[in-house]
């Protein structure tokens, strides 16, 4: 099993990245997928999830209505379009898979994401 993120990267305050993560080993048509980040001395924290049809979404109210999450089954990818981006959105950005929600087996190595203010 690996989630491969990609698409971190060094930003200016109001600017935009797309986040990739690759699933294999696993059948992720299966399985809810996640984005979690995580800042220095600070907890990893839950930003957004989309469901095994991709009907159905959430996020955290930080993020509302600057990121979405989207996912490609043909092509095993979960996405994270982050746009207006902000300084307080530095973090490493983790992706992760789970049977259902909130109980997330997979996870992925993490992507820096750094914006500058």
């Known amino acids: 099993v690996q989630l491969q993120a990609s698409g971190g990267g060094l930003v200016q305050a109001g600017g935009s990245l797309r986040l990739s993560c690759a699933a294999s080993?696993?059948?992720?048509?299966?399985?809810?997928m996640g984005w979690f980040r995580q800042t220095p001395g600070k907890q990893r924290e839950f930003v957004s999830q989309?469901?095994?049809?991709?009907?159905?979404?959430y996020y955290i109210d930080a993020v509302k209505g600057r990121f979405t999450i989207s996912r490609e089954d043909s092509k095993n990818t979960v996405y994270l379009q982050m746009n207006v981006l902000k300084p307080e959105d530095t973090a490493v950005y983790y992706c992760?898979?789970?049977?259902?929600?909130?109980?997330?087996?997979?996870w992925g190595q993490g992507t820096l994401v750094t914006v500058s203010s």
């Open positions: 992760a898979a789970g049977a259902s929600i909130g109980d997330y087996t997979y």
């Open positions: 080993g696993f059948p992720m048509e299966d399985y809810f």
């Open positions: 989309i469901s095994r049809s991709g009907t159905e979404t």
